[in-house]
């Protein structure tokens, strides 16, 4: 096998999407941790557009973006496969694989932010969430039902940063009777010691979980 390197850092919710699908798939990578405040002319050089983490590196190729990364390991390593077979399920998936890209950054901001600023922010998060509980989980054990799959790790960063972003705004988000099938999902997720294995301890007191 052609060697396999993980440009990311500890605590991106978007380098964990990439870890998370490679330790699925059972496939051995190098992971460089890239400080982000002093970015190394390798990471500049390997995504030159975006200059953002994180990247994949196989056979000397690099590739960008974790949903791009996601589905570039998904096409050249397809055992255990991490999206469905079928061509409307697999439609479906993709939808809510752009859903996460384009709303999660919302969420990752509650952080950063204060004042009125915040309460905004927590505010479309929130109907975020809801969106989640009513359209994308309904009964189902995971996104794409039984079985973990692409969507299940794109969204992954909120079961493990939900906690600290709560502690760290003081505001509890997901509480049971408003969320109860997107806490059995953050439950379930988190049950699958492959997934939580090895991650940074995000428990009081932590540093800003927040991706560059």
Not at 58 to 75: A, D, L, Q, R
Not at 124 to 140: D, G, P, V, W
């Amino acid at each position: 096998m052609e060697e396999v390197k993980l440009h990311g850092t500890w605590y991106s919710p978007y380098s964990w999407r990439v870890m998370w699908a490679l330790r699925l798939k059972g496939i051995p990578y190098e992971f460089i941790e890239e400080d982000l405040s002093n970015k190394s002319d390798l990471l500049l050089e390997l995504n030159p557009v975006h200059k953002k983490i994180p990247v994949l590196l196989h056979g000397g190729k690099s590739i960008c973006e974790s949903t791009v990364i996601m589905e570039y390991i998904e096409e050249t390593w397809p055992c255990k496969p991490l999206l469905p077979c079928d061509s409307y399920e697999r439609a479906v998936a993709r939808f809510w694989l752009n859903f996460a890209d384009v709303k999660l950054s919302i969420m990752w901001k509650m952080s950063k932010v204060g004042g009125d600023e915040l309460q905004q922010v927590i505010k479309e998060s929130l109907e975020i969430l809801q969106t989640l509980e009513e359209h994308a989980l309904r009964e189902k054990k995971y996104f794409g039902g039984d079985k973990i799959d692409m969507v299940d790790l794109s969204f992954g960063g909120i079961a493990h940063v939900l906690e600290a972003i709560e502690y760290k705004i003081g505001t509890k988000l997901v509480e049971g009777h408003k969320f109860p099938r997107l806490l059995a999902w953050i439950h379930n997720f988190k049950s699958v010691p492959i997934l939580s294995e090895n991650l940074p301890n995000l428990k009081p007191p932590f540093k800003n979980p927040t991706p560059n």
